[in-house]
């Protein structure tokens, strides 16, 4: 199994960003997906997670209204759109899929949000 996040980087306050995370190794259209993020001396937060048909989508408080996850499974990735970045989003961003017997992970995506 393979997750691989991409599309971190430095964005000014009030900007956007899409991150992806590519998935492989497992039958990507039959698992909700998740994305964490850690930031520095903080604990992991989950941030939004989307079932298997993105059907059900649902966010933390501290991203609703700012941020979209999206899958497409015919291409086995799952997004997140983040608009009106804050400075409190820095973290490292994680995509995640987990059941009963398996907890996968990326390896994380920076996102730095600063002037």
């Known amino acids: 199994v393979q997750l691989v996040e991409s599309g971190g980087g430095l964005v000014q306050p009030g900007g956007s960003l899409r991150l992806s995370c590519a998935a492989s190794?497992?039958?990507?259209?039959?698992?909700?997906m998740n994305w964490y993020r850690q930031a520095p001396r903080k604990e992991r937060e989950l941030v939004a997670v989307i079932t298997s048909t993105g059907g059900m989508k649902d966010y933390a408080d501290s991203v609703k209204g700012r941020f979209t996850i999206s899958r497409d499974n015919a291409k086995n990735t799952v997004y997140l759109q983040m608009n009106s970045l804050k400075p409190e989003d820095t973290a490292v961003y994680y995509c995640?899929?987990?059941?009963?017997?398996?907890?996968?992970w990326g390896q994380g995506t920076q996102v730095t949000v600063s002037s």
């Open positions: 995640n899929t987990a059941g009963w017997n398996f907890n996968y």
């Open positions: 190794g497992f039958t990507f259209s039959s698992y909700a």
